[in-house]
């Protein structure tokens, strides 16, 4: 096997070998460039190739743009919060500021490290009453009842997460394939346009109640893992965030390059082997950018659905925070808009690197 010695036909100096080391250093951090910056960590680039070694001036200009600017930019908006917050007055008293919100946060938090001691007692409880019962001979008595507290915070946020996934989920299985179908069959996109751009605009409010009628004469026997509220607010952001995915698949696969397609012919291709060989490899970046936008939508809908539906999730919480209307309702609404935000955030950040990770094109 050759060596970077016998290459360069001579033996590589201690600075030349430092140089290669450094090249190396340099050609990983440049690989991992893309998948950093898809889940928002473009701004660690700079600080690893000062680290390996590189131009620091320049490197620093790129962190500056890339994390010093929105830093900035974030720190302005919490100024200009904090000051312009205590003007403006509600029913319920001044607009909290940043301090009044992050104490907010520490309740939240409190109350779910309470409750969590409560959940273990609970159950720590229940165990030594069936022990005791073993004991006297009576195990025909002994059970274990769930927990029924209030759901915590942590456990609301999840909620509404399994909640958009299986809208998300459901959406997908529904909308890749009429994509598909649309962009190759010019018959059925002239079918199904007009259905689309019908009740590609309905709000989520409109279809709730005909989603909860008709959900609650079918799902009858509900189960405690997937309750109606849940299925109810799951449906409605199907049918509202589908829309952008199958209009960008229709549009990827009916911009895929003919020859493809007359490769398929001339080769005598089924038409599942044309599809998951030929189609769906082109189309993969439109497509992704569908699901992208289909999630954004969904977890934008789901707050509406989870108020009407008292899904317990984020929704939820929002409409009982303003139902209660204490003094720290406020800020718990915008500690909830906060949360909304950043979890939309960390969201779209997750379709980007898989976008990136299934597709030639890089996502920024």
Same mark, same amino acid.
């Given at each position: 096997?050759? /060596?970077?010695?016998?290459?360069?036909?001579?033996?590589?100096?201690?600075?030349?070998?430092?140089?290669? @080391?450094?090249? @190396?250093?340099?050609?990983? =951090?440049?690989?991992?460039?893309?998948?950093?910056?898809?889940?928002?960590?473009?701004?660690?680039?700079?600080?690893? @190739?000062?680290?390996? &070694?590189?131009?620091?001036?320049?490197?620093?200009?790129?962190?500056?743009?890339?994390?010093?600017?929105?830093?900035?930019?974030?720190?302005?908006?919490?100024?200009?919060?904090?000051?312009?917050?205590?003007?403006?007055?509600?029913?319920?008293?001044?607009?909290?500021?940043?301090?009044?919100?992050?104490?907010?946060v520490e309740s939240l938090y409190g109350d779910y490290q309470r409750t969590q001691a409560d959940k273990a007692a609970f159950y *720590?409880?229940? *165990?030594?009453?069936? %022990?005791?019962?073993? *004991?006297?001979?009576?195990?025909?008595?002994?059970?274990?009842?769930?927990?029924?507290?209030?759901? /915590?915070?942590? *456990?609301? =946020?999840? /909620?509404?997460?399994?909640?958009?996934?299986?809208?998300?989920?459901?959406?997908?299985?529904?909308?890749?394939?009429?994509?598909?179908?649309?962009?190759?069959?010019?018959? =059925?996109?002239?079918?199904?346009?007009?259905?689309?751009?019908?009740?590609?605009?309905?709000?989520?409010?409109?279809?709730?109640? =005909?989603?909860?009628?008709?959900?609650?004469?079918?799902?009858?026997?509900?189960?405690?893992?997937?309750?109606?509220?849940?299925?109810?607010?799951?449906?409605?952001?199907?049918?509202?965030?589908?829309?952008?995915?199958?209009?960008?698949?229709?549009?990827?696969?009916?911009?895929?390059?003919?020859?493809?397609?007359?490769?398929?012919?001339?080769? %005598?291709?089924?038409?599942?082997?044309?599809? /998951?060989?030929?189609?769906?490899?082109?189309?993969?970046?439109?497509?992704?950018?569908?699901?992208?936008?289909?999630?954004?939508?969904?977890?934008?809908?789901?707050?509406?659905?989870?108020?009407?539906?008292?899904?317990?999730?984020?929704?939820?919480?929002?409409?009982?925070?303003?139902?209660?209307?204490?003094?720290?309702?406020?800020?718990?609404?915008?500690?909830?808009?906060?949360?909304? &935000?950043?979890?939309?955030?960390?969201?779209?950040?997750?379709?980007?690197?898989? %976008?990136?990770?299934?597709?030639?094109?890089?996502?920024?």
């Amino acid at each position: 096997m050759s /060596t970077a010695s016998d290459f360069m036909g001579h033996e590589l100096s201690a600075d030349e070998r430092k140089v290669l @080391k450094r090249e @190396k250093r340099l050609a990983r =951090i440049t690989r991992a460039t893309g998948p950093l910056t898809a889940i928002g960590l473009g701004w660690s680039v700079p600080l690893a @190739k000062i680290a390996a &070694g590189d131009d620091a001036r320049s490197n620093l200009q790129a962190l500056w743009k890339g994390l010093g600017v929105p830093l900035i930019g974030i720190l302005g908006f919490l100024i200009v919060w904090a000051t312009l917050a205590p003007q403006v007055q509600t029913s319920l008293g001044s607009v909290p500021g940043p301090v009044q919100v992050w104490e907010q946060v520490e309740s939240l938090y409190g109350d779910y490290q309470r409750t969590q001691a409560d959940k273990a007692a609970f159950y *720590e409880r229940q *165990e030594i009453r069936n %022990q005791k019962l073993i *004991e006297a001979g009576h195990a025909d008595r002994v059970g274990i009842r769930d927990y029924t507290g209030a759901p /915590t915070y942590p *456990e609301q =946020i999840f /909620t509404s997460l399994k909640t958009v996934f299986l809208g998300f989920l459901l959406a997908t299985i529904i909308a890749v394939p009429l994509g598909i179908a649309c962009g190759l069959s010019s018959t =059925i996109n002239g079918a199904l346009n007009p259905l689309i751009q019908i009740f590609k605009p309905v709000s989520p409010l409109a279809w709730l109640p =005909i989603v909860t009628m008709i959900v609650s004469a079918l799902y009858v026997n509900a189960s405690d893992a997937l309750p109606k509220s849940m299925v109810v607010s799951a449906i409605t952001v199907t049918l509202c965030s589908l829309w952008p995915t199958l209009i960008n698949t229709a549009l990827g696969v009916a911009s895929i390059d003919k020859d493809l397609v007359n490769v398929g012919k001339v080769l %005598q291709l089924p038409t599942s082997k044309t599809i /998951t060989k030929l189609v769906l490899p082109s189309a993969m970046p439109l497509i992704f950018t569908g699901l992208r936008l289909s999630l954004g939508v969904g977890w934008m809908v789901l707050i509406a659905a989870e108020m009407l539906a008292q899904n317990p999730g984020l929704g939820k919480f929002v409409w009982d925070e303003f139902q209660n209307g204490s003094s720290d309702s406020l800020a718990r609404i915008i500690v909830a808009v906060i949360t909304i &935000g950043i979890v939309g955030f960390i969201l779209d950040r997750i379709m980007a690197a898989l %976008q990136s990770a299934f597709t030639f094109s890089s996502t920024r």
